[in-house]
Every structure is written in C-alpha cells, then in structure tokens.
C-alpha cells in the first residue's frame, strides 16, 4: 500500500477556556511500517465525571495497544483469510473489543489505586457523591467515548464506542459515516466504555481493501459533528479539509489544525475539538473535483438558504405592509362612513335651516304687521284719551 500521511490534534473548546477547564479529549496515533493506528476518545464533561479527562487518555492508550496487537497477530499467524469469513471475524474483533473495555476497566482502577480519590473530588460529584464512597460505579468517574482506527495493506479495521463521528473518504471522492449509528447517543447523552454493556454495545466496521481502499479516513470528537448544521455540510467541511492539505506541506499540518480546530469550536459546538486521521494525498489529487463539488454543493445550499432567508424576510416585510395597508383602508372606509353620515346630517340641518330661515321670514312680516296694528291701536287708544280730557273740561 502507498504510506498514508498520519495526522492527530485536539484543542481545548472556547467553553473550557472561558471557564478555566482543561481538555477532557485525548487523540493518539502509531505509524509503522505495516500498520497504522489512530485514536480520540472524548471524555464527558458531566461534574461526576471528574476524571474523564484521564479516562480518554486510557482510552486512546489502550486502544492503540490493542489494535497493534490484533494486527501484529493477524500478519503473525497469517489470520487475513480467517478475517473474510464473517462468523470468524466478528468473534475475533469481539475478542478484541472485550480486551480493550476489560483493559481500559483495569487502568481506570489501577488508576485510582495510585491515585485515591479525594474528598473535593466526591462533592464535584454531587448527587452520586455517596454512591462513589461506597465504591460502587467507580468507571463512571472516568467516563469516555472512542473512536479508533487501524489500517493494514490487506484490511481496515474501525471502532467506535459513543459519539463522535468516523467520516471515509472513499475511492469515487464522496464522503461516508460507514460506522452505523448509537440509538443511544441522543444530543448531549451518549454510551461510554464506563458503561456495563460497553463492549456489547460498541460498534465496528471491517474493510477489505481489495474490495474496497478509502484514499482517507478522519475521526473525530462530537466537538466537530456538533460545529455543522447537518451531514452536508459536515462532510463538505472534511471535503475542504483534504483541499487544503493537498495544498499544505506535512511539516505545516500541525499548525494548520491549530489555528483551524479553535475556529471551528468557537463558531460552533464551544467543546473540545479533536481530530486523528490518515489520508493517501497522492490517491486525493484524483478526486480534487469531486472534493470541490461537494464544497460547492454546501456552499450553494448556503446561498439558497440565505435567498431563502432574505425572501422570508422581504415577504413578511410585505405582509406587514398589506397588513398595515388594510388597516388604513378600513379606517379611510370608517372614515368615509362617517363622512357620508355627516353629510347626511348636514343635508338635514341645511334643510332644518332653511325651514327656520323661511318661518324666520314669515314671523318678520307678522311682527311687522302686528307692529302696525299696535301702532294703530295704540294711536286709537291715544286718541280716545285726547277726546276724553276734551269732554271734561
């Protein structure tokens, strides 16, 4: 097989930085000559797991060891045919699995045989605090998922116990999550090697690469998974990851995920963010294209979704004004109503007026005429006087 180029790097999330948290992730890898190995364990950030950052560090040690004793008894015994059949397979990755959950059980107690644990330790734990002084569900306090990797010229062998995300770059330049899918692992919770069932429940995918070769293969923490919106746009973000180191130097990749991995945390999930992977650059420059594709895909969706976005936004902008616009309609037609009524009202007040003004003009000429017969009357009445006075003397 063409030599792969290993890669490993985990940074501690913007949220552990903020409040003075270390990294509880681990990422650990080997290259040699006729295999290599890759790992990152992620451990829980619940307070009673107040290890957990030690139980990822056991996590990726022994599942490296493991996995390079599996291979070397393959290549040693020469058991690559009895890894094709499936019966045969599954009971010899099964043994491997065991080992790995019962070994990374025995360092954890080693663990806290070295170092006991402390009594500000046991408060950290709050509500499982008294369960822990009993001695009882002890892993738990270093609790922690794995993703791990081993890669042999005949095979690939990959494992997965929890979240976390194992993307394959295949042979046709699209991206793959070949490792099925935990139904326990919803959001924030996830299994664990601390778990009773943890080597049941861990899953594993074997690749025969004479039927099937990935050009690169990237495991990661749910730090990233947890950074992108969907699948899409997860495998465009690994799909611009192997562009750019197509265009790096080897020496120059550690500083690449430096920079890269806070980037990713800060914009994103705000964990822990690792990565572990290997990729055959030369078999990469193959599927640039495809690669660039899915980028664009992404990149395209994104537009969608902000032409989406705008015309939402233009549309209830719209709305708002139809809204408002019927509004003022209805208060214009109240208003006209109101209108008409006065109208209405005026008319009959008009014609009241001129009701009054026509018997305002006919009691003028009956006041005057009254007025003519009181001056009469009253010239009469003067008179009558005048004659009187007239008698007596």
């Not at 738990?140 to 494992?159: C, D, E, R």
């Not at 046709?172 to 299994?191: A, Q, V, Y």
């Not at 078999?283 to 032409?307: E, F, G, I, Y």
């Not at 009524?341 to 005057?368: A, M, T």
Request: proline share 2%; net charge negative.
């Amino acid at each position: 097989m063409s030599k792969n180029t290993l890669f490993s790097h985990s940074v501690t999330g913007t949220k552990h930085l903020q409040t003075g948290l270390i990294n509880e992730d681990s990422v650990l890898t080997l290259d040699k000559e006729n295999y290599q190995i890759f790992a990152v364990a992620d451990g829980h950030g619940a307070r009673e797991c107040f290890r957990s950052e030690i139980g990822s560090r056991l996590a990726v040690d022994v599942a490296v060891k493991n996995l390079e004793i599996f291979a070397q008894t393959v290549e040693h015994y020469d058991l690559y045919n009895y890894l094709k059949k499936e019966k045969e397979r599954d009971e010899l990755i099964r043994s491997l699995i065991q080992d790995i959950v019962e070994q990374w059980n025995q360092y954890v107690y080693a663990d806290i045989k070295a170092y006991p644990i402390r009594d500000e330790e046991y408060e950290r734990a709050q509500t499982l605090s008294s369960i822990y002084q009993k001695g009882m569900y002890l892993t738990n306090i270093y609790g922690s998922t794995l993703v791990a990797s081993l890669i042999t010229p005949q095979y690939i062998l990959l494992i997965q116990q929890g979240d976390g995300s194992c993307i394959v770059l295949n042979e046709d330049g699209f991206l793959d999550s070949p490792i099925p899918e935990d139904d326990l692992c919803i959001r924030n919770l996830t299994t664990s090697l601390c778990d009773k069932d943890a080597a049941k429940r861990m899953r594993y995918v074997f690749v025969d690469r004479t039927k099937q070769d990935p050009i690169a293969i990237f495991l990661a923490s749910d730090g990233i998974e947890r950074s992108f919106a969907d699948q899409l746009h997860l495998s465009a973000f690994y799909a611009e990851l192997c562009l750019e180191m197509l265009d790096l130097d080897v020496q120059d990749l550690d500083l690449y995920f430096t920079n890269l991995l806070p980037q990713i945390s800060e914009r994103g999930s705000k964990d822990d963010v690792s990565i572990a992977g290997a990729m055959d650059l030369e078999r990469m420059v193959q599927v640039k294209d495809v690669l660039s594709h899915t980028v664009k895909v992404a990149r395209n969706m994104d537009l969608m979704h902000n032409a989406q976005s705008a015309y939402k936004q233009e549309t209830s902008t719209k709305n708002h004004y139809i809204r408002e616009s019927e509004k003022l309609l209805k208060e214009i037609e109240d208003v006209n109503e109101e209108i008409y009524e006065l109208q209405e009202k005026k008319s009959h007040l008009l014609h009241d007026l001129d009701k009054v003004k026509s018997l305002y003009s006919s009691q003028i000429i009956v006041c005057k005429e009254a007025q003519c017969a009181f001056d009469e009357a009253n010239g009469i009445y003067v008179r009558s006087l005048m004659a009187l006075e007239e008698g007596d003397e």
